[in-house]
């Protein structure tokens, strides 16, 4: 299968600086688009939405850490050994993170965000607007591990 | 910025063949991931969750089709012009697609799923289990025409 180039739109600005776990309700940050490439109007009518879906690069994951196979998540060994695509860990193949987080304010290019799990410098592949429309249908099942490694997370 | 370069996982197959703005509720089809690279471990316990979240790369979409400022979604100019990152059309930055659909069977490398909006052949780029602690927290708001779009979309 050919390969995909992307280019990023921006980068996070502010809020951690580390990869740390649990917390992330409490961090804030901006996303910071490319002026290279945009004007504000690729923001226009963004603040009409709550939420942003943000899709991002692990880009500080090495190789060596990314997973093909399976793993316990977090290495707890008291949870199953699932799937990396049974999982959303960071070392993942393409290395892709997606978060919906609440927007606290776009200003152009400079879009202030609450609860982004991604550090400080990290690049920025695309901004999507949560639309209800779009949030999974009926009712949701997931397995007991997945409920509890969410608990400290926000 | 640098670039990112991204290996598929696996490709659509089945469902539709030609891009269609609605009804996608209706439509199932398989994700097949690539054995060159995975084995069955790489989805183990993926069947224990109802909803995968697929993000895919919208390959049949032209540079010049790509926007980077505003434009009325879908062309209708009775919505407002807003900017490529407060809509979810296609022609979009780096060409991602995320859905949120229902996980019909696993598998091994192959996971059948209801109601992905991507055509058959379409490059998959990652795959994560939708958790109930990743939906987004607290009211969402958004325009009115985010949700007259969405009404014919399942």
Known sequence: MREI?????????GGRSDPIDDGWDRVSCQIVLD????????????AD???VEVIYFF???PDDEIQKGARH???RKDWPKVGIFAQRGKGRPNRVGITACRILSV???KISVQSLDAIDGTPVL???PVMTGFLP??????????REIMKQYW
Chains 1, 2 share one sequence.
Do not use: C, Y
């Open 73 to 75: 998540p977090r290495g």
């Open 5 to 13: 180039v992307m280019r990023p739109i921006g980068v996070v600005r």
């Open 59 to 61: 880009n500080r994951v």
């Open 126 to 128: 695309d901004i999507k």
């Open 107 to 109: 200003d152009g290019l």
């Open 49 to 51: 939405f709550s939420h």
């Open 35 to 46: 002026p290279a490439q945009f004007s504000a109007e690729a923001t226009a009518g963004l």
């Open 137 to 146: 249908h009926g009712t949701i099942r997931e397995p007991d591990w997945a």
